[in-house]
């Protein structure tokens, strides 16, 4: 199957939640050789925000969606050990504690970000979603970490990242971290005024972010 044969199927497999065809696209995608950030760029994202389209439109309900998220995971668990083997580096670049916050349980993006990360030679602790405040210090703290990254997808959630930055001034903690927020409705406005020192829109400028606030 030719590449562009092979995105839209996995584009296909996702709006269908097809779990057998989503795994068997990643595994061919690997047995070819391809580039996986594009793979997952082309071929699975546009699946996840044409379901989430759908949705909008009141043609998708929510077992759609959870059957769709579940074929992202199922592509994902293909990829993401491929593409941490490909990019395998001696020394990591830093320690990020990542999660979604507090009353969210999207995890999605927050996944393909972490997967990103990871991939690109950051070691990655994964808090996993509906994260209390706190226990994002607690990690950090315990690990001694570089980097805390946040995700909400709700708008209503979303101010749990400025809870967050506030709680860390409350502790005493504020600039130990560098905080990295995102999710759709986070912008870059929105982390300025909020005080995080960094965002990004998606997974592959995430890395980017996250290598700058480090400085590599
Ligand atoms: C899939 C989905 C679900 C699934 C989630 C499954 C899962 N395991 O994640 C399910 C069905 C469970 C779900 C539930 C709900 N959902 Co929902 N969901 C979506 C949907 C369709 C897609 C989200 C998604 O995965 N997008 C694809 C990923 C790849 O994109 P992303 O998450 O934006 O992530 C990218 C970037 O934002 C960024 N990023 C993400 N996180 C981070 C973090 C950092 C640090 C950085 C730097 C970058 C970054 O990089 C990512 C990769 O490129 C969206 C619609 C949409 N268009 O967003 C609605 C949506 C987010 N949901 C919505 C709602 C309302 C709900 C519910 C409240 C519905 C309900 N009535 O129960 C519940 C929430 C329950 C809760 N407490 O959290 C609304 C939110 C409205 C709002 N403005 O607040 C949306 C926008 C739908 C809509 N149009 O109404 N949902």
Known sequence: ????????????????????????????????????????????????????????????????????????????????????????????????VIGTVEGDIHDIGKNLVASMLQANGFEVIDLGTDVKLERFIEKAEAVGADLICLSALLTTTMANQKKFIDLLGTRGLGGKYKVLVGGAPATRKWAESIGAQGYAENAALAVREAKALVGR
């Open 1 to 96: 199957m030719n590449k562009e044969d092979l995105y839209r199927s996995m584009r296909k497999a996702i709006v269908e939640g097809d779990k057998p065809a989503a795994r068997q696209m990643a595994l061919e995608a690997v047995r070819q050789g391809l580039d996986l950030n594009e793979v997952i760029d082309k071929g699975y994202v546009p699946g996840i925000q044409e379901v989430g389209d759908l949705w909008g439109k009141g043609e998708y309900f929510l077992p759609e969606l959870i059957t769709s998220a579940e074929c992202m995971k199922a592509a994902m668990d293909v990829l993401q050990p491929e593409m941490t083997k490909a990019n395998v580096k001696s020394r990591s670049l830093g320690k990020v």
